[in-house]
């Protein structure tokens, strides 16, 4: 009965032995993807009351400011359209016709570490109102496109 406890026991050490001498390896891969974090500010661009025929009307709550805080790659953004009256062809950003312009928020790493931080960009809306816009609150929206770099 010893030399049966024994043998089993032996057995049970050279199967452990041999499992660890057939074990395998796997590769593993993963791709990080862009991670885009933005805030536009303010939520609305109020121009409050202007008269018609008016030019270079200021906001009257400020710039317009981009903040990438917390994205990982650098983050380009272009006012792709703008809709409603007279904002379509009367908004100005920085003096100068709102569509199409961008900004670039580049990802600055600092020493080793990989996260990223960024300047705040800022952008100054004015408003040029043609003579003959009728008297009423106008709305209107400005689209932008939000892109990192192309892998």
């Given amino acids: 009965m010893k030399k049966l406890l024994v043998s089993l026991a032996l057995l049970g050490i050279l199967m452990f032995v041999v499992h660890g001498a057939f074990a ?46 917390n994205s990982n790659v650098d983050v380009t953004i272009t006012v792709a359209s703008i809709t409603g009256f007279p ?19 580049p990802c600055v790493k600092e020493g080793e570490s990989d996260v990223c931080t960024y300047t705040m960009q800022s952008t100054v809306p004015t408003l040029n109102v043609p003579i003959a816009a009728a008297q009423a609150t106008q709305n209107g929206v400005i689209t932008y496109t939000v892109s990192g770099p192309t892998p």
Avoid at 36 to 55: A, E, Q
């Fill in 87 to 105: 904002f379509q062809t009367g908004l100005m950003l920085d003096g100068a016709s709102a569509t199409g312009q961008d900004w670039t928020l």
């Fill in 24 to 69: 395998e390896t796997q590769g593993v891969t993963v791709t990080i993807g862009q991670d885009i974090h933005l805030v536009i500010s303010p939520t609305t661009v109020n121009f409050g009351s202007v008269s018609p025929g008016t030019s270079n009307n200021p906001s009257t709550n400020g710039n317009i400011t981009f903040d990438a805080t």
